[in-house]
């Protein structure tokens, strides 16, 4: 079965400081895995994505995430937290389950930057 | 945990028909629902929001008359593709939020996605 844990529901970091949002995933099959953001009254913006190239992923806004297959995991990363980065974060796994496509998303990780 | 239920899980369907695409709150009043759809490889794209009793807003360069979205209850959406064509086959996520202000209101919650294929 696939499945998508997000660990924090929220995540407080000062402005300047480094972002860690963490993303735990379950899959069968070789997964694709997103991270999108979605801000105030906006649509979903992918960030990045993985899709069994580099397992370092490079994404838009100086985000980056690292593709783990032994620990299950693919956390998104910034090394610098910009107060306009405060959002909703969502990892999400694309999975092919029978003769149909779903993606699962995980429950999402509000990110508070402080001044 | 809040379920947003989305149905059909896969639908494939001739040309010319209307496919309807049901997107239910189970535990919780969606006072907005957002529609999104995805194409091989690319990232997904907003089609409309929709406030629960009003008309949907539409993202620019989606047809409103192609996509018609209503969602007259607090737990029910629907997305009908009228008159589908080959180039309408697409990945489709509702995603839904609840009061601004209670606890579904601080997030969105997301349907499994209907995969649609049009002959």
């Known amino acids: 079965a696939q499945s998508v844990t997000q660990l924090d529901s929220h995540v407080s970091v000062s402005e300047g400081t480094p972002v860690l949002l963490r993303c735990n995933y379950s899959s069968s099959y070789s997964p694709s895995l997103f991270w999108y953001v979605q801000h105030p009254n906006k649509g979903l913006q992918l960030l990045l994505k993985y899709t069994s190239a580099a397992t370092l992923v490079k994404g838009i806004n100086g985000f980056e995430a690292e593709f783990k297959k032994s620990e299950t995991s693919f956390h998104l990363t910034k090394p610098s937290a910009h107060m306009s980065d405060a959002a909703e974060y969502f990892c999400?796994?694309?999975?092919?389950?029978?003769?149909?496509?779903?993606?699962?998303f995980g429950s999402g990780t509000r990110l508070l930057v402080r001044p | 945990g809040a379920v947003v239920s989305q149905h059909p899980s896969w639908v494939i369907c001739k040309s010319g028909t209307s496919v309807k695409i049901e997107c239910r709150s189970l535990?919780?009043?969606?006072?907005?629902m957002f529609w999104y759809r995805q194409f091989p490889k690319q990232s997904l794209m907003l089609m409309a929001t929709?406030?629960?009793?009003?008309?949907?807003?539409?993202e620019q360069g989606v047809e409103k008359d192609k996509f018609l979205i209503n969602h007259a209850s607090l737990t029910l959406s629907t997305l009908t593709v009228t008159s589908a064509h080959p180039e309408d086959s697409s990945f489709y996520i509702c995603s839904a939020r609840g009061p601004l202000g209670s606890l579904w209101g601080e997030k969105l919650f997301f349907g499994s996605g209907t995969q649609l294929s049009v002959l």
């Open positions: 929709s406030n629960e009793g009003s008309k949907a807003t539409y």
């Open positions: 999400v796994v694309s999975a092919r389950m029978d003769s149909s496509y779903k993606l699962i």
């Open positions: 535990d919780f009043q969606a006072t907005t």
